[in-house]
């Protein structure tokens, strides 16, 4: 065979090879109700997904994690058009890679703030601990499966889910963008149980009832044990009020921080202070 011969049977089998390997790897291209691993893909719509967002207060300065990313649609957003760093979690490779596409062909792609990146894993097997955002658009039972890991993330970390609540947990804010709803809470700090208190001299027990961020309970001052009112619970902010042994109101505001508890009171004839508690 001459050389030429030998360069043109070369040529036509790289060619040949090409064309099949085209013809066998057609581009991928999401399917709506293709199956998952625990869900099929349905992708959130665009005003749904502005809203997810702006329920959190997503800013430049936050690490948002979806879980569950799909096309990376929600990931994109948070990184275009909010300015923070982003990382979804997709279990299908093929999507991983679509996703990454359209990171790329929004001007978003890579890690750091502005841009946003998506992951092969299982959310089940994701330390998403030191996210500030977390985002789904999953199932009840797997919201629920996910609670636990949620509630145990750092007080005050925010979470949105599309469509699906988390029962019994109920959402501090619940919107709906043309009939679909969105659900927003904000991760508790665990208050439960006895607290000394201590305020302007004065020691007191502090004894706290908890159920998610909602929360009630009673102070013990010498005799005295007075209903706490308007307790509240907002991440790591709380916030109470009692009435003494004079009928005089004092209110607290403060801020947990694991063990302690530490802020500022007030009451109705002017008099304030600061105020700390340890857990007992």
């Given at each position: 065979m001459t050389l030429q011969a030998r360069c043109v049977a070369v040529i036509s089998a790289a060619l040949l090879l090409f064309s099949f390997n085209s013809f066998a790897q057609p581009k991928f291209?999401?399917?709506?109700?293709?199956?998952?691993?625990?869900?099929?893909w349905v992708p959130s719509p665009d005003?749904?997904?502005?809203?997810?967002?702006?329920?959190?207060?997503?800013?430049?300065?936050?690490?948002?994690?979806?879980?569950?990313?799909?096309?990376g649609k929600i990931a994109i957003a948070a990184a275009?058009?909010?300015?923070?760093?982003?990382?979804?979690?997709?279990?299908?490779?093929?999507?991983?890679?679509?996703?990454?596409?359209?990171?790329?062909?929004?001007?978003?792609?890579?890690?750091?703030?502005g841009k946003a990146l998506i992951r092969h894993g299982d959310i089940f097997a994701t330390d998403f601990s030191q996210a500030t955002v977390i985002t789904m658009y999953l199932l009840p039972g797997l919201n629920m499966k996910l609670r636990p890991q949620l509630l145990a993330m750092r007080p005050g970390t925010r979470v949105t889910s599309h469509s699906f609540s988390m029962e019994d947990w109920e959402a501090d804010e619940t919107s709906s963008v043309d009939g679909r709803r969105a659900y927003f809470w904000v991760i508790p700090a665990i208050v439960q149980?006895?607290?000394?208190?201590?305020?302007?001299?004065?020691?007191?027990?502090?004894?706290?009832?908890?159920?998610?961020?909602?929360?009630?309970?009673?102070?013990?001052?010498?005799?005295?044990?007075?209903?706490?009112?308007?307790?509240?619970?907002?991440?790591?902010?709380?916030?109470?009020a009692y009435v003494d042994a004079t009928g005089t109101r004092r209110d607290f505001t403060g801020r947990v921080n694991?063990?302690?508890?530490?802020?500022?009171?007030?009451?109705?004839?002017?008099?304030?202070?600061?105020?700390s508690a340890t857990k007992k």
């Open positions: 291209e999401p399917q709506v109700g293709q199956a998952g691993k625990d869900v099929i005003d749904v997904v502005d809203r997810m967002l702006t329920m959190a207060q997503v800013t430049p300065g936050d690490f948002v994690m979806d879980l569950g990313a799909g096309d275009k058009k909010f300015g923070a760093r982003a990382i979804g979690i997709e279990y299908n490779p093929d999507m991983v890679k679509h996703a990454n596409d359209n990171a790329q062909k929004a001007g978003v792609a890579g890690s750091g703030a149980g006895g607290w000394m208190l201590e305020a302007g001299g004065q020691k007191a027990e502090l004894g706290l009832e908890q159920q998610f961020q909602k929360i009630h309970g009673t102070i013990a001052i010498g005799p005295l044990q007075a209903g706490l009112r308007e307790a509240r619970l907002r991440g790591p902010n709380i916030a109470f694991g063990g302690k508890m530490e802020g500022s009171f007030r009451d109705e004839k002017g008099a304030e202070g600061r105020w």
